[in-house]
C-alpha cells in the first residue's frame, strides 16, 4: 500500500469514529450524573412489586414518607429519584425522576396507569416500556436510566439499581 492510501484508509477510520461519536452524544442525557445504590428487597418490604407486570415504584428523595417506607437512613437514588418499572415481560427498569427536557432537580416524572411518565411541567411523555422512549415531547431526550439487576440470595431476593 502506498502512502496515499495509507493517508486516505487512517483518513476514513478517523470520520467514522466521529461520526458514531457524534451520533452517541445526541442521545446522551442532559440530565447531571449523580450515584444510584439502591437494594430493594422483593422478599420483605416490597414483596408485592416482586413479579409484578407494569407496575411501578417511586423514590423521591424529596418526599419523606417514602423515604420513611424504605427502611434506609441513607440511600443514593440519583439526580432527582428513581422510578422502578416491571415492564410486561416482567424485566425490571429504573430510570431518573428528573425529566430529560425540564434538567430541574425538582421538576419530575410521574408514572401514569398506561405504563407511561409524564412531565406536568413541559408536557413530556415517555414510554416506560420503551426504555423511557419519548412519545410526545417538546423532550428530544429519554428518560436517564439505571442497571437494575434481580439477585437471589439466601437472605432474599433484591433488586439491585446502580449506575
Do not use: W
Request: glycine residues 8%; proline residues 4%.
Amino acid at each position: 500500500m502506498n502512502r496515499l492510501n495509507i493517508n486516505i484508509v487512517l483518513f476514513f477510520i478517523l470520520f467514522v469514529s466521529f461520526v458514531f461519536q457524534s451520533c452517541e452524544n445526541e442521545k446522551a442525557s442532559p440530565i447531571p450524573n449523580s450515584t444510584v445504590d439502591l437494594r430493594l428487597n422483593l422478599s420483605t418490604i416490597y414483596s408485592t412489586f416482586k413479579g409484578s407486570i407494569n407496575d411501578t415504584l417511586v423514590f423521591d428523595p424529596y418526599d419523606n414518607v417514602n423515604n420513611e417506607q424504605t427502611g434506609y437512613g441513607v440511600y443514593y437514588v440519583g439526580y432527582s429519584g428513581i422510578l422502578v418499572y416491571t415492564d410486561l415481560e416482567g424485566k425490571y427498569l429504573a430510570f431518573d425522576l428528573c425529566c430529560p427536557y425540564e434538567v430541574d432537580r425538582h421538576t419530575r416524572i410521574y408514572p401514569n396507569e398506561n405504563g407511561e411518565a409524564v412531565c406536568k411541567v413541559c408536557g413530556s411523555k415517555f414510554i416506560l416500556y420503551y426504555g423511557g422512549a419519548v412519545s410526545k415531547g417538546p423532550s428530544k431526550y429519554p428518560l436517564k436510566s439505571y442497571q437494575a439487576n434481580f439477585q437471589s440470595t439466601s437472605s432474599g431476593d433484591f433488586l439491585i439499581i446502580r449506575n
